[in-house]
């Protein structure tokens, strides 16, 4: 039996548990609660099930810094492109980040123009590409959070094993509790998070638990079915209530103290924690992934070094504000206008785990 009284279940979307939770969420808000949910996959669920039309009017959620294609910085994508002009270059990426802008293009525009710039799965399809072509450096553009970085780091570990030297990373890998502190001190007003689910499955719990301690704010770890979203809502509301703040895992199915320990084991053995550049909100110290030294020869800006111009940023573009949990996306007088899923002016509407792009197709 869970806080709210009801069974686990197989089907997370039963109507009858979903109205059955919905009226104690109403009977136990009795003042204004404030929520930010810091993973892209749960702000395109909530929106995608309609939470916000479910809730009460007195509990509101905003969305933070969970999309790793909205945080990564427009100076990646600029060194991203510079590597793309260089001949017998090939660039590997995940797809959304092919449309993200840069300070003058994107890598979709480089792309069309001839750029071999190739959209890959996984980081060991990347490496395949460098087996595949010996006569071309491959780069791949490796970003995300703790749930991709295990994979990057398999990748440069396989690397070296098979002695494929023409691979190498640029890496933008962060991770997400010290984000989550720069919102806090940020000032923003919140009685409490909903941790990231995928995260949390690679950090475990422990990872936030610094958060009720230092700074008194409520945190439930969550899944991403309707059932999940609302009790993960409804523990934070009792949690409010009791004026007892800690860290809860609703996501018990998925998620444990210690988190996965293999995973974390492999991030470890290739990677060490750096201050890091995020879109929004610049640099935060200690929330980015580098290669450790016995892997810097698979480090892409140590082996061919690149300057960019000065970058620029769309100034009409609020999407750092919007990360930050300043603004919501219908703030921006670009929103559903100039800007949309298929002409994206900044990176909050490329992907579909970006806010202005869940807002546009969920809530416009």
Request: charged fraction near 20%; include cysteine; proline fraction near 5%.
């Amino acid at each position: 039996m869970n806080e709210a009284g009801i069974k686990y279940i197989d089907e997370f979307r039963d109507k009858t548990l979903i109205r059955i939770l919905l009226e104690r969420i109403r009977q136990t808000a009795t003042r204004e609660y404030s929520f930010m949910e810091v993973c892209g996959g749960h702000t395109a669920a909530i929106h995608r099930f309609g939470i916000p039309s479910l809730l009460p009017s007195n509990i509101k959620l905003l969305s933070g810094p969970g999309c790793p294609v909205c945080v990564t910085p427009a100076e990646f994508i600029d060194k991203a492109i510079v590597y793309s002009g260089r001949k017998n270059f090939i660039i590997t990426t995940f797809g959304d980040l092919i449309r993200v802008p840069g300070s003058v293009s994107s890598l979709e525009r480089e792309k069309a123009a001839g750029a071999d710039i190739r959209i890959v799965f996984s980081g060991l399809e990347a490496l395949e590409t460098a087996a595949g072509n010996p006569g071309s450096e491959v780069i791949f553009l490796g970003i995300g959070f703790e749930t991709t970085a295990p994979g990057t780091a398999v990748t440069i570990k396989q690397a070296g094993k098979r002695g494929i030297n023409n691979f190498s990373l640029l890496g933008s890998h962060k991770v997400m509790p010290p984000a989550m502190e720069a919102i806090i001190k940020d000032g923003v007003n919140l009685d409490g998070f909903i941790c990231p689910g995928h995260v949390a499955t690679i950090t475990g719990s422990s990872a936030f638990e610094f958060i009720p301690r230092d700074y008194g704010l409520s945190c439930v770890i969550t899944g991403f079915e309707p059932l999940d979203l609302l009790q993960a809502i409804f523990m934070l509301v009792q949690q409010v209530n009791r004026h007892m703040p800690l860290i809860e895992i609703q996501y018990r199915r998925a998620v444990k103290r210690e988190g996965n320990i293999l995973a974390r084991d492999q991030i470890s053995q290739v990677f060490g924690g750096c201050d890091a550049f995020w879109r929004g909100f610049g640099l935060i110290p200690r929330s980015g992934l580098q290669l450790q030294n016995e892997f810097e020869q698979f480090d892409a800006e140590k082996r061919f070094p690149v300057k960019v111009e000065k970058v620029r940023e769309n100034k009409s573009c609020i999407c750092g504000e919007i990360l930050r949990g300043l603004k919501i996306p219908s703030d921006c007088r670009l929103f559903s206008g100039s800007c949309t899923p298929g002409h994206p002016v900044g990176a909050c509407m490329v992907s579909e785990e970006g806010a202005c792009n869940t807002y546009y197709r969920y809530s416009k």
